[in-house]
């Protein structure tokens, strides 16, 4: 794993949780149980922190970072799509972020909120909760319905099962 220690900060990640080998965790970060961290990843607490909860799926080459002394926060069972960037800001339980979005300083994104891929949330945006937002700047076109949360729901236990169980127990480098 490709976990750092940074000027007497060392990151908690807790049981059942993966952390590819080419992912990097630095410092004052903190992760719940059955997180994934895919390849490329970068959760980077050295200045600020970042506080992650449990089955959260942070999948390859996310990047999370916080600014000096300052935090961000995500949830459980969030879903951070491939390429997106989480900078200062709070991702709330269930939300799912979409491959190459942006979510940018002091926003929110609410619980089962979603953000369309490639979208900007903005500095300070709010998305509430179960909203789905899209697009530069991000806009609210709608709400999920139950239909989404449920298939949602089974796509972050696939994750949850890949972290705690079939990477850990399978995955086998063979070149
Ligand atoms: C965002 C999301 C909920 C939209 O799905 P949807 O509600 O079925 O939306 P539709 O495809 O019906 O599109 C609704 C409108 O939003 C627009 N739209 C949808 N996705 C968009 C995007 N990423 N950027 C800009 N506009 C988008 C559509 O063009 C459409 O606009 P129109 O009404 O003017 O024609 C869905 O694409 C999603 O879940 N994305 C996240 C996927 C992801 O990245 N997962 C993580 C990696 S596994």
């Not at 903190?30 to 970068?42: D, I, L, N, Q, R």
């Not at 922190?49 to 990047?63: C, F, K, P, Q, S």
């Not at 298939?151 to 949850?160: E, H, V």
Request: charged fraction near 20%; hydrophobic fraction near 40%; proline fraction near 3%.
């Amino acid at each position: 794993m490709g976990v750092y220690k940074f000027e007497g900060k060392e990151p908690v990640i807790g049981e059942g949780s993966y952390v590819f080998e080419t992912a990097t965790v630095v410092g004052d970060v903190t992760m719940g149980k059955e997180c994934y961290v895919g390849p490329g990843a970068v959760v980077r607490g050295d200045y600020g922190t970042v506080r992650i909860g449990d089955g959260v799926a942070i999948e390859e080459n996310v990047v999370i970072h916080a600014r000096p002394g300052e935090i961000t926060v995500i949830g459980n069972h969030v879903t951070i799509g491939h390429c997106a960037v989480i900078h200062n800001c709070t991702l709330k339980d269930y939300a799912v972020i979409g491959m190459g979005a942006v979510v940018s300083d002091y926003a929110e994104v609410g619980v089962w909120g979603v953000v369309g891929e490639g979208a900007v949330v903005r500095n300070k945006q709010q998305i509430p909760d179960r909203n789905i937002c899209v697009g530069i700047p991000a806009k609210i076109i709608g709400q999920i319905n139950d239909q989404y949360e449920e298939q949602w729901t089974k796509f972050k236990k696939i994750y949850n099962d890949l972290a705690a169980n079939k990477y850990p127990n399978t995955l086998e480098k063979i070149g």
